[in-house]
């Protein structure tokens, strides 16, 4: 069965902290890999995504991300959060096969406190 | 702002009653996609259109529920006969290609609360 795991609910860093937020998913063909934002009163906004290419992806508000195929994940990361980075990501799969659907997993709140 | 909006933002119904919501898209986008997401959970895909062509729904879409797209414009999203079980927020995103890969703009999302 299709999944996309984030085992993470809840992940507390200190501001300028660094700070990475896992994400796994099931695979038996190619994928497409992305990362969403969701801040409180707001929908979700697009951070990146990994279509096909160089496997480091670097999005939007300094954040990047790597495929790593072998492992099936797809990892959020940065170097150093603000307290604005306080949300909730979503990580979120199609696969390439039949009707073809974003996936999310089921997010991991990210709390930076000074 | 040019985003994606969805009225209401709150709905509050009884048991056994009927609610519309309404997602007002990107201009010229020609994808609308529902979803719908509870409490500590991500969006769950619900249903999409192609401008007014409905193309494909989820297993999860009852038949209690309807979806149009009139014109290829906004769209509406209908339960009848609300149960407790439709407590959730709904999600309406837009994409302007016709590749699911395409970005996905998402509105702010209308809260149902079922008594």
């Known amino acids: 069965a299709q999944s996309v795991t984030q085992l993470d609910s809840q992940v507390p860093v200190f501001e300028e902290a660094p700070v990475e937020l896992r994400c796994n998913y099931s695979s038996s063909v190619s994928v497409y890999l992305f990362w969403y934002v969701q801040y409180p009163n707001q929908g979700l906004q697009l951070l990146l995504k990994?279509?096909?290419?160089?496997?480091l992806v670097k999005g939007i508000n300094g954040f990047e991300a790597e495929f790593n195929k072998s492992q099936t994940s797809f990892h959020l990361r940065k170097p150093s959060v603000h307290i604005s980075d306080t949300a909730e990501y979503f990580c979120?799969?199609?696969?390439?096969?039949?009707?073809?659907?974003?996936?999310f997993g089921t997010g991991t709140r990210l709390l930076v406190s000074p | 702002d040019t985003g994606v909006s969805q009225n209401p933002r709150h709905k509050i119904t009884k048991r056994g009653q009927n609610v519309t919501f309404r997602c007002d898209p990107i201009?010229?986008?020609?994808?609308l996609y529902w979803y719908r997401q509870t409490l500590g959970q991500g969006p769950e895909f619900l249903t999409y259109f192609q401008n007014e062509a409905q193309l494909e729904k989820s297993r999860l879409l009852s038949d209690r529920f309807s979806a149009e797209r009139p014109k290829g414009s906004f769209s509406t999203l209908e339960i009848q006969r609300t149960e407790q079980g439709d407590s959730a927020m709904y999600l309406c995103a837009s994409s302007a290609g016709r590749h699911p890969t395409d970005t996905q703009y998402f509105g702010p999302g209308t809260r149902l609360t079922v008594l």
């Open positions: 979120a799969v199609i696969w390439d096969t039949g009707f073809q659907k974003l996936v």
């Open positions: 201009s010229e986008h020609n994808r």
């Open positions: 990994y279509l096909s290419g160089s496997t």
